[in-house]
């Protein structure tokens, strides 16, 4: 039986090195993009969470007024009665309110005087 003998076989192996990948760069339309979806975004989160305002009163029309001294035992239901004998109380309650910038209807101090609405008798 015959031998067959390979000389020095070598094989050759890979050392595989770790890869370094380029910083990524931008194109001008990638940064438009991205300016864009962030100009966006600040838009919608002002509209979303922004100030808001209603209307009240009839625009341009300015209201009459007059001054009441609050004396002990007055109640704004009371005093917007006396101003509008006629209308709806509780409306004209909240006039009074708004037109003072009072908190609510406890908020009415002895002694202060009010901006009370004229109203046609």
């Known amino acids: ?3 067959i003998t390979l000389g020095n076989v070598r094989t050759s192996q ?4 770790p890869s370094v990948s380029a910083p990524m760069k931008l194109t001008v339309r ?3 993009v991205i300016v864009t979806l962030a100009v966006l975004a600040i838009g919608i989160l002002a509209i979303m969470w922004g100030p808001s305002s209603t209307a009240s009163g009839e625009a341009g029309t300015p209201q009459q007024t007059t001054s ?9 239901w ?44």
């Open 1 to 3: 039986m015959s031998t």
């Open 68 to 76: 009441v001294q609050v004396m002990p035992g007055h109640t704004l």
């Open 78 to 121: 009371q005093i917007a009665a006396d101003a509008n004998p006629h209308g709806d109380i509780r409306k004209t309650v909240d006039e009074i309110i708004e037109l003072n910038s009072l908190p609510n209807a406890s908020a009415l101090q002895m002694g202060s005087e009010i901006a009370v609405p004229v109203y046609d008798k």
């Open 14 to 17: 890979r050392v595989s090195m």
């Open 30 to 32: 990638g940064k438009i």
